[in-house]
Nanobody, 120 residues
């Protein structure tokens, strides 16, 4: 079983910054892709950014140039640095990871979510 625990959400003013963290733990042999998704009230969950085990990244157009995803493979942790935040970035942010467990089974796991609110 693989668990993802997010931290770092909160309330920030427009133009401000936040850094989200997500640590993976459990029966993990290897992690392939890690990513961040978000869901605003009344909207579907959408991809924010992803990063492969090799460090290749992909971003939603709405966050390019403002958000940066990174990971520390040794710590099994993925980060999302969010700068120049806008009210439309307000959402619950979810961490996602996929890979192989120590039982040679594929896994895909979600975190519990962390609230990010951008408001003056």
């Amino acid at each position: 079983q693989v668990q993802l625990v997010e931290s770092g959400g909160g309330l920030v003013q427009p133009g401000g910054s936040l850094r989200l963290s997500c640590a993976a733990s459990g029966s993990i042999f290897s992690i392939n892709n890690m990513g961040w998704y978000r869901q605003a009230p009344g909207k579907e969950r959408e991809l924010v950014a992803t990063i492969t085990s090799g460090g290749s990244t992909d971003y939603a157009d709405s966050v390019k140039g403002r958000f940066t995803i990174s990971r520390d493979n040794a710590k099994r942790t993925v980060y999302l640095q969010m700068n120049s935040l806008k009210p439309e970035d307000t959402a619950v942010y979810y961490c996602n990871a996929d890979g192989w467990s120590t039982r040679w089974q594929r896994f895909g796991s979600w975190g519990q979510g962390t609230q990010v609110t951008v408001s003056s």
